[in-house]
């Protein structure tokens, strides 16, 4: 019997931090010790490129986010990691579903829809700066879950609709050229808490509230303590409920640790002992990955030949794969 194919792929934009640990990464490397699947994890560094054009920063993110998912334990004995750019057959299949995905599927895509609704919000003219790559964004991403024939894809809520449209474009293509396409799933894990920043909103970049992932000991102390919590003094009972503090040392707990520091707020613990707990229990958690981690930022090429055993499994499948689908849409030798 073949295992289930899960696959998700991580953009190379930006420095990964609490949220994305806490959120994606750290469920994705457990499930990638498990026998029951076989794991697909890949750098979307095409996708990174709709959003930036810092040639540095894309090269830069990419070997942060690599080394950050090996340095934290993925197993890529099981798991196969690549880069997307790594192979070329996504592209291929990249181009075979944009000619026949409908244009008014990708209008109705809420990225490109909120770009339009900027610009007509601020008068501008409604293409104003949007890039075929924004408009085409859900094309690639349907090519990187269909060359895999990915059955489940663990993503953040706001990739739902990508998923949809992903069905609907295998289907599209399953209907002109018989079946080739399984039809994949979100899995959306509503258990993994959104982790709130240090202002209590989401922690997210575009808020300026992040705790980066691998800031040395004292800093990430010092972002810690940042987060903010209110007057009350030590003493006086304090909620869980709605305090970012609590919300993050939770992430990180177990259950009796968490019911533990239920208590001590119901107590009137101090804020700043509260602190000092949530970043020695962070700090001991990354501690022993933060090492690894340094010795593989300082080390790329050790980076750079984990991603290329990777692309080659990776093409094991997706080379005769689009071998496969050149020929179904009529793209052969001629004799
Ligand atoms: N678009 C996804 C994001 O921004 C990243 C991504 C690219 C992805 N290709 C994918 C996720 C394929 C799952 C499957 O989060």
């Known amino acids: 019997m073949s295992k289930r194919t899960v696959l998700t792929g991580i953009t190379t934009t930006g420095t990964p931090h609490l949220g994305n640990y806490v959120g994606a990464i750290k469920p994705a490397i457990q ?5 029951t699947v076989q794991s697909f994890y890949f750098l979307a560094d095409y996708h990174a490129l709709i959003k930036c054009r810092d040639p540095e920063v894309v090269q830069q993110s990419t070997l942060e986010i690599a080394a950050t998912w090996l340095a934290l334990g993925l197993d890529t004995g099981k798991a196969i990691f690549y880069r997307q750019s790594d192979i070329p ?7 075979l579903l944009t000619c ?3 244009k008014g599927l990708m ?3 809420h990225a490109y829809k909120a770009a339009v609704q900027d610009n007509i919000a601020s008068g501008e003219d409604e293409d104003f700066a949007i890039a075929m790559g924004l408009f085409s964004y859900p094309i690639l991403m349907a ?3 269909l060359m895999f024939n990915a059955n489940n894809v663990p993503v953040g809520r706001d990739q739902v609709q990508h998923l949809e449209m992903s069905r609907d474009i295998a289907q599209r293509f399953n209907h002109h ?4 396409f399984v039809l994949p799933e979100a899995v959306v894990d509503d258990n993994v808490a959104l982790l709130p920043g240090q202002d209590g909103r989401k922690m997210s970049k575009s808020y300026n509230n992040t705790i980066p992932l691998w800031l040395p000991e004292k800093a990430l102390r010092k972002s810690i303590m940042k987060i903010v919590t209110n007057s009350l003094v030590p003493g006086e009972p304090k909620q869980t409920e709605g305090s970012a503090l609590f919300a993050i040392y939770s992430a990180f707990a177990s259950s009796e640790q968490r019911d533990a520091m239920k208590q001590a707020f119901a107590d009137g613990i101090g804020w700043g002992d509260a602190k000092q707990q949530c970043f020695e229990m962070i700090n001991s958690e990354l501690a022993p990955a933060r090492a690894l981690y340094d010795d593989l930022i300082a080390d790329p090429a050790k980076i750079e030949t984990c ?3 990777g692309a080659e499994r990776a093409r094991e499948v997706a080379v005769p794969f689009m071998q496969r689908l050149r020929a179904a849409v009529g793209i052969r030798p001629l004799a």
Do not use: K
């Not at 499930?31 to 026998?35: Q, R, V």
């Open 107 to 109: 209008n109705r895509a």
């Open 100 to 102: 026949i995905t409908a």
């Open 89 to 95: 057959e996504i592209s291929e299949l990249t181009w």
């Open 143 to 145: 090519a990187d879950i």
């Open 307 to 309: 991603l290329q055993q």
């Open 31 to 35: 499930a990638s010790h498990g026998d």
């Open 177 to 180: 050229f018989g079946e080739h």
